[in-house]
């Protein structure tokens, strides 16, 4: 008996622990796709909550999405961009021996900082990183400090970095809850956002007649038929520690999500971080698909505005009101209006907007004054206090024209 009981404690007890090193995954519903990542976190920008992830907080090696801090710093501390940059063979070394892609420079070429980023980012090429990362801090050594500063600047407490390139190194980590963190910022950056969404870029220098980088969001994708069409900027990378991991950000109809995947096995599928890109895109519109509630110039409703004299006033939208509807197609919506006292300045709460579906209510937009707005009754109100001024003006200019009179008279 004591037997069968320790064999039924051994059993529970691995239950148990196979229970707790189960690893769970956020929000994942029925239908949730497969993919090629080990890792993923996609972001709702809108209001920064997370849609979905798996391993946000795992460890994980960043590969040459390193390059999107290499690359950020040097835009933020640099005021021209056409100002050159000598290739060294510093910028060189050990590149071919860790199989890092470049760009294309050679020893002694005159390039500009220009070229540099979009050598780095486009053609992600470690010549390139290694080059304006050196002309920026004088060294790589003195530009890895900096990059670690500035990830403790933005909250990147589980990042390190020893190079700027994204060679394997086991020091240089991140996480995809930094690397989300990173790219957002980067993306707020209008010279940044231009350069990971440019297409195509060509050098012109005294080594190049004409060094060509392309966009791997619009060849490699366009190549596999993966769906780019609202992808608004991104950076892949590969190392076999990493695996394919990629950061993107993609747009549409006023929703914007980023996404960053890691560890996808190339020997299985070469672009499976691309295709994760469009699966788990794909997955998310869907899911909070849009629709227009309001158009623009619709009357939303009326409100009531007076104390005494009351007054109706129509209410129009000045810009198509969105709802995400998901699986709900019969939103009904109406107008809950406020109290309206003799005025209301600009940017006031005026009422609000609420849909219902099944008689649940499932969306609220406050709506706010465009204007600055005035019952009649203020107006009547002020219009009787100036008139009620100008009469006692009037009056007493009067009587003291009847006093001035009245002494030449006694004269």
């Known amino acids: 008996m004591k037997g069968k009981l320790k064999k039924i404690f051994i059993f529970i007890t691995i239950i148990i622990l196979l229970i707790q090193d189960t690893p769970v995954l956020y929000a994942k ?8 990542s080990e890792y993923y976190l996609m972001m709702n920008l809108t209001n920064h909550s997370v849609e979905f992830e798996k391993g946000q907080n795992e460890k994980i ?26 290739i060294s063979s510093k910028d060189l070394k050990g590149l071919d021996e860790e199989r890092s892609s470049r760009a294309g420079f050679v020893v002694g070429e005159k390039i500009t900082v220009e070229d540099g980023l979009h050598g780095a980012l486009l053609a992600s090429g470690g010549d390139a990183a290694r080059a304006i990362a050196r002309h920026m801090a004088g060294s790589e050594k003195e530009f890895v400090n900096l990059m670690n500063k500035k ?9 390190h970095f020893t190079n700027p390139i994204g060679l394997h190194d086991i020091n240089h980590y991140t996480t995809l809850h930094d690397m989300a963190i990173l790219f957002e910022y980067a993306m707020n950056d209008d010279k940044f956002k ?33 769906d780019h069409r609202y992808m608004i900027g991104q950076k892949s990378g590969y190392t076999p520690e990493a695996g394919l991991c990629l950061s993107s950000m993609e747009e549409k109809d006023g929703q914007k999500y980023l996404l960053i995947t890691a560890k996808a096995d190339k020997e299985k599928n070469e672009v499976g971080n691309f295709e994760d890109a469009q699966t788990l895109y794909q997955y ?9 509630l309001i158009q623009e110039g619709e009357i939303i ?13 129509s209410i129009k939208a000045i810009e198509d009101i969105f709802i995400s509807t998901g699986d709900q197609t019969k939103i009904q919506w109406h107008f809950q209006s406020d109290e309206i006292p003799l005025f209301l300045t600009k940017g006031k709460q005026i009422g609000k907007v609420i849909g219902e579906c099944d008689g649940k209510q499932v969306f609220e937009k406050i709506i706010y004054t465009e204007r600055l707005i005035i019952s009649k009754e203020l107006i009547i109100i002020g219009s009787m206090l100036i008139l009620m001024i100008i009469c006692i003006g009037v009056y007493y200019r009067r009587e003291g024209n009847h006093e001035k009179r009245s002494i030449k008279k006694n004269k």
């Open 301 to 313: 409703g009326n409100v009531t505005i007076g104390l005494l004299v009351k007054d109706t006033l």
């Open 29 to 36: 519903e029925k239908d949730f796709p497969i993919v090629n």
């Open 61 to 86: 090696y960043p590969a040459s999405m390193t390059k999107i801090m290499t690359c950020l710093l040097v835009i933020e501390n640099t005021r021209h961009f056409d100002k050159q940059i000598t």
């Open 194 to 226: 231009e350069i990971v969404s440019c297409p195509e870029y060509h050098v012109l220098s005294n080594m190049h007649d004409d060094l060509g980088f392309l966009n791997s969001m619009y060849y490699i994708m366009d190549h596999h038929d993966i």
């Open 151 to 159: 990830a403790a600047f933005l909250g990147m407490n589980d990042t």
């Open 284 to 292: 998310v519109f869907k899911k909070n698909k849009k629709k227009i």
